[in-house]
C-alpha cells in the first residue's frame, strides 16, 4: 500500500470528523452524567461509582493509545523495507497477540475484584462488610472486561490509521457513546446506578463489532511468526503503556486522597475531571490523529524536512483551537455545569463549587491538547523510552502537588485539580525539549510568534466575553420557567456566547495577521462543502 500524504486542506475533513465525532460523544457523556447527578446527586453511590471505575478506566485510557503510537510506525517500515505483503503478515501476528493478552488481564483482574475494590474507595462509607464496598465491587467486576475490549478496538484503530481511513474510527466513539447512554437509560429502573457499569461494557463491544470490518482489506496469513518484529513493538508498547498505567494511576491516588477528605469529595474531582477530560479529547483527537500516518511515512522515508512542517502546522493548530477552548472553559464553567448537571438532586451550590474546581482543571486542557501532538512526533520517530521516563516522574510530582495542595485549601478538590494542570504543564515541557533532541529543529520561533498572537486574540475574546456574560444570564434567567425551558435558555446562552467569542476570537486573529485562521476557514469551507480543494 503507498500512502499518499494528504494535502493540508485536506487534513481538515477527517480531523472537523473526529473532532465533531467527539464533541457528540462528549454530548452523550454528558448524558450518562447528568443522569448519575440527577438521580443520585453527590453522595455514596456516585462515589462508588466513581471508584469502581477509576480502575478499568486506568487500563482503558492507557493500554489502547500505546496501540496506534507503535503498530502504525513499524508497519509502515515494515513496508518500506520488505513490502507491504510483510507488513500485513506482521499486522496478523500483532492483532492475535492483543487478543490473547486482552482476555488473560480481563480474567486475572475479574477474579481479583474482591481485593482490589478496597484500595479504590477508602473511608468509613467502604469498610469491609459496608454497603458501599459491596457495590463498589460488584460495578467494578461489571467494567473489567472492557480492559481487553478496549486493547481490541484500539488495535484496529491502529489499522484503520494506517489504511488512512479516520471516518469509522472517528465515529466509533460515538456510537460507543451512545449504546452506553442508551444501556443506562434502558436498564435504570431496573438495577439503579449498577445500570452505568453495564452500559459502560456494552459501549465498547459495540464499538469493537464496528471496527471489524475492515480486517480483511489490512490482514495477511502470516508468514511464520516475525519475532524480532513482536519484541519491537512489544519494547515499545511496554514502554508507552507501563508510564500510561502509571501516568492514569493519578487518578487513583487522588480517588484514595478525595475520599479520604470526605463525603461528595470524589464525586466533585470525578465530574470536574470527566467534563476537563472531554474538552482535552474534543480538541486533540481530530488533528494529532490524522497527522500522526503522515508523520510515521515521513519518519519512515528519512523526510526531515516534511516531518518538521507538517508537526509545526499540527502545533500551531492544536493551539489555535485549544487556547480560546481553555479560557472559555474558564469563563462559563458555571453555566456549562449548571447545563449540563444542575437538575434533580444536584442542585445551584453543588454547581457553583464543580464550576470552581473545573475551573482549576482547565489549564489541564491546553496542555494535555498540545502535548497530544508533540507525542505524535516522538511516537512516529519509535521514541517510547524517553517520554515513559518523563511520565514516571510527573506522577510522582501530581501525587506530592495534591496531597500538598489540598491542605492548603478549604475546598480539598481544588488543590487536586490544580496539582493536575501544573504536572500537565511540567509534562509538555519536558517531552517538547526531548522531542528537540530527537527530531532536529522543530519551526520554534514560528510557533512562539503564532502562540503570542492566539493569547492576544484570546484575551481580547475573554473580555468581551465576560461583559456580556453575566448580563445574559441574568436576563434569560429572570423568569419564571419549567426544568426543560430553563435548560433550553442555558443552552441557548452557552450557544450565543460561544458564537460571540469565536467570531471576536476570529476577527482579532485576522487582524493580528495570524496567518492560521485563514487555513482554519479554508478547511471549514472544504468541510461544509462536501469536496476538497488544492492546498
Known amino acids: ?37 440527577a438521580r443520585q446527586g453527590v453522595g455514596l453511590e456516585v462515589d462508588a461509582y466513581t471508584a469502581a471505575s477509576r480502575l478499568p478506566n486506568l487500563f482503558m485510557v492507557a493500554l489502547p493509545p500505546a496501540m496506534a503510537p507503535t503498530l502504525v510506525p513499524l ?69 473489567i472486561p472492557n480492559v481487553g475490549l478496549s486493547m481490541l478496538g ?22 460507543q457513546s451512545l449504546a452506553t447512554t442508551l444501556c443506562t437509560l434502558l436498564l435504570w429502573d431496573r438495577l439503579g446506578i449498577v445500570a452505568a457499569a453495564v452500559g459502560s461494557l456494552v459501549g465498547p463491544l459495540v464499538m469493537v463489532l464496528m471496527l471489524t470490518p475492515l480486517l ?22 511496554t514502554d508507552i503503556a507501563g508510564a500510561g498505567l502509571l501516568a492514569k494511576a493519578g487518578p487513583l491516588f487522588e480517588g484514595a486522597i478525595a475520599t479520604a477528605a470526605g463525603a461528595g469529595t470524589l464525586s466533585l474531582v470525578g465530574f470536574a475531571g470527566q467534563i476537563a477530560g472531554s474538552a482535552t479529547r474534543i480538541l486533540s483527537i481530530g488533528i494529532a490523529t490524522t497527522v500522526f500516518p503522515e508523520l510515521a511515512e515521513h519518519r519512515a522515508r528519512g523526510d526531515a524536512e516534511a516531518f518538521r512542517r507538517r508537526l509545526s502546522l499540527a502545533l500551531r493548530y492544536t493551539l489555535l483551537v485549544a487556547l480560546p477552548a481553555t ?8 453555566p456549562l455545569v449548571a447545563l449540563l448537571l444542575e437538575r434533580g438532586a444536584f442542585k445551584a451550590a453543588d454547581s ?34 524517553a517520554p515513559a521516563l518523563v511520565t514516571v516522574a510527573t506522577v510522582g510530582l501530581n501525587v506530592a502537588l495534591a496531597l500538598l495542595l489540598v491542605r492548603l485549601f478549604t475546598l480539598p478538590a481544588l488543590g487536586i485539580g490544580l496539582a493536575a494542570s501544573l504536572t500537565a504543564l511540567v509534562r ?73 467569542g469565536g467570531l471576536i476570537y476570529a476577527a482579532a486573529l485576522k487582524a493580528l495577521r495570524a496567518t492560521e485562521i485563514d487555513g ?4 471549514l469551507r472544504t468541510v461544509l462543502r462536501g469536496r476538497a480543494t488544492a492546498s
Request: hydrophobic share 60%; glycine share 8%.
Open 1 to 37: 500500500m503507498i500512502v499518499k500524504p494528504p494535502t493540508p486542506v485536506r487534513l481538515a475533513r477527517p480531523a472537523a470528523l473526529g473532532t465533531a465525532a467527539w464533541l457528540v460523544s462528549a454530548a452523550l457523556g454528558a448524558v450518562t452524567m447528568g443522569i448519575l447527578a
Open 216 to 237: 480483511p482489506r489490512v490482514l495477511a496469513r502470516p508468514r511464520g511468526w516475525d519475532l524480532a518484529a513482536l519484541r519491537r513493538l512489544a519494547r515499545g508498547q
Open 352 to 385: 457553583q463549587v464543580l464550576a470552581l474546581i473545573l475551573i482549576s482543571y482547565a489549564p489541564s486542557v491546553a496542555l494535555v491538547a498540545a502535548g497530544s501532538t508533540v507525542s505524535s512526533g516522538l511516537f512516529a520517530h519509535e521514541e517510547t523510552r
Open 75 to 143: 508497519l509502515a517500515d515494515m513496508a518500506a523495507r520488505r513490502g507491504e505483503a510483510s507488513a500485513r503478515s506482521l499486522a496478523t501476528q500483532a492483532l492475535a497477540a492483543v487478543v490473547a493478552l486482552g482476555l488473560l488481564l480481563s480474567l486475572g483482574l475479574w477474579l481479583a475484584a474482591p481485593l482490589l475494590a478496597p484500595l479504590l474507595a477508602r473511608g468509613p462509607d467502604f469498610l469491609p462488610g459496608s454497603r458501599g464496598l459491596a457495590l463498589t465491587t460488584t460495578m467494578l467486576r461489571w467494567q
Open 428 to 500: 509538555v515541557a519536558l517531552r517538547l525539549g526531548i522531542l528537540r533532541r530527537r527530531a532536529g529543529r522543530l519551526d520554534g520561533r514560528r510557533i512562539a510568534v503564532s502562540a503570542a498572537r492566539m493569547l492576544a486574540a484570546t484575551a481580547l475574546m475573554s473580555l468581551a466575553v465576560l461583559g456580556l456574560r453575566d448580563r445574559l444570564l441574568a436576563a434569560t434567567l429572570s423568569a419564571t420557567a419549567g426544568t426543560w425551558q430553563i435548560t433550553a435558555l442555558r443552552a441557548l446562552d452557552l450557544a450565543i456566547l460561544t458564537l460571540v
Open 520 to 523: 482554519a476557514l479554508a478547511g
Open 154 to 175: 484500539g488495535a484496529l484503530q491502529a489499522l484503520h490509521y494506517r489504511a488512512q481511513r479516520f471516518t469509522v474510527p472517528a465515529l466509533a466513539p460515538l456510537v
Open 327 to 334: 479560557a472559555g472553559l474558564c469563563l462559563l464553567a458555571q
